[in-house]
């Protein structure tokens, strides 16, 4: 199977009205080859930023300004997507992985349509209409466990699951993906 295994730093909670500053991806395909990217880009026009987001991401407003356009990450992404997937074949798609793989999944949809409005109509292309839930997953092998973690933010689970944390980078997209693809390939055996 092909994954597409990300995590997103945005400028917010609400993908409507806010948007990717950060994109970390890992992609894996049949062969198992994987490659790790992280693209880090202005927000689109009109997103509101919300400043306490752009902390937790340990963002300055003036590093997030210095940094290429959304529409410069898009093309890269569509890029690396197109040598990966042949987009008009209903049988090649990556299925997307992710932490609470909801909130990050909508707002790369969101992010699709804000740089491209054309673009947004072909995010299936690339992607399967199903997507793992790492969360799932955990719940599954942790159990009752879970109740007795003080959260259930990436890193806490991480490390109650086993997995060493570098707490100093959390809250980048690529190393969260990362994180979740480990936590990924530790519980996906289980599921079998």
């Given at each position: 199977?092909?994954?597409?295994?990300?995590?997103?730093?945005?400028?917010g909670l609400?993908?409507?009205?806010?948007?990717?500053?950060?994109?970390?991806?890992?992609?894996?395909?049949?062969?198992?080859?994987?490659?790790?990217?992280?693209?880090?880009?202005?927000?689109?026009?009109?997103?509101?930023?919300?400043?306490?987001?752009?902390?937790?991401?340990?963002?300055?407003?003036?590093?997030?300004?210095?940094?290429?356009?959304?529409?410069?990450?898009?093309?890269?992404?569509?890029?690396?997507?197109?040598?990966?997937?042949?987009?008009f074949n209903?049988?090649?798609?990556?299925?997307?992985?992710?932490?609470?793989?909801?909130?990050?999944?909508?707002?790369?949809?969101?992010?699709?349509?804000?740089?491209?409005?054309?673009?947004?109509?072909?995010?299936?292309?690339?992607?399967?209409?199903?997507?793992?839930?790492?969360?799932?997953?955990?719940?599954?092998?942790?159990?009752?466990?879970?109740?007795?973690?003080?959260?259930?933010?990436?890193?806490?689970?991480?490390?109650?699951?086993?997995?060493?944390?570098?707490?100093?980078?959390?809250?980048?997209?690529?190393?969260?993906?990362?994180?979740?693809?480990?936590?990924?390939?530790?519980?996906?055996?289980?599921?079998?």
């Amino acid at each position: 199977m092909k994954y597409f295994i990300f995590d997103v730093e945005t400028t917010g909670l609400d993908a409507n009205r806010h948007t990717i500053i950060q994109l970390g991806y890992i992609r894996t395909d049949l062969a198992g080859r994987r490659i790790a990217t992280l693209l880090k880009m202005q927000p689109v026009p009109d997103a509101d930023i919300n400043l306490k987001a752009l902390e937790t991401s340990s963002t300055s407003l003036i590093e997030l300004m210095s940094q290429p356009s959304p529409s410069f990450a898009y093309k890269r992404v569509l890029d690396e997507l197109d040598f990966w997937v042949l987009r008009f074949n209903k049988q090649d798609k990556f299925i997307p992985v992710g932490y609470n793989v909801r909130f990050d999944l909508d707002f790369l949809r969101a992010w699709f349509l804000k740089v491209d409005p054309n673009g947004g109509r072909y995010f299936g292309s690339y992607f399967h209409t199903g997507a793992i839930d790492v969360w799932s997953l955990v719940a599954l092998h942790l159990g009752e466990k879970i109740l007795d973690l003080p959260n259930t933010k990436l890193i806490t689970v991480a490390e109650a699951c086993g997995l060493t944390v570098e707490q100093s980078e959390t809250h980048n997209a690529l190393y969260d993906a990362i994180l979740t693809e480990q936590l990924f390939k530790l519980l996906k055996g289980e599921v079998r």
